[in-house]
């Protein structure tokens, strides 16, 4: 993390925290989703609904080339 002060820093985890309390479950469902391996054929489902209107709903069924930009991903953040 070559370009993130400490002060940036901070402010990024209070603002983690603050989305934490706000949204408690989200954490854990996170967390439970990406216990387990993402494999190949597992199907993505994204849905918004934005006040007074109908859901915009997406998924994607997860291919092998995505798992490895994912993979190549980790390694850079490493």
Do not use: Y
């Not at 989305?19 to 996170?30: D, E, M, R, T, V």
């Amino acid at each position: 993390m070559n370009g993130i002060n400490a002060a940036s820093m901070l402010k990024l985890m209070a603002a983690r925290n603050q989305f934490n309390q706000n949204h408690p479950k989200f954490g854990a469902f996170l967390k439970a989703v990406f216990s387990g391996r993402i494999e190949e054929g597992t199907v993505i489902e994204l849905s918004v609904t934005r006040p007074g209107e109908e859901p915009v709903t997406t998924n994607i069924k997860v291919q092998q080339s995505d798992l490895d930009l994912l993979e190549e991903l980790k390694e850079v953040m490493r």
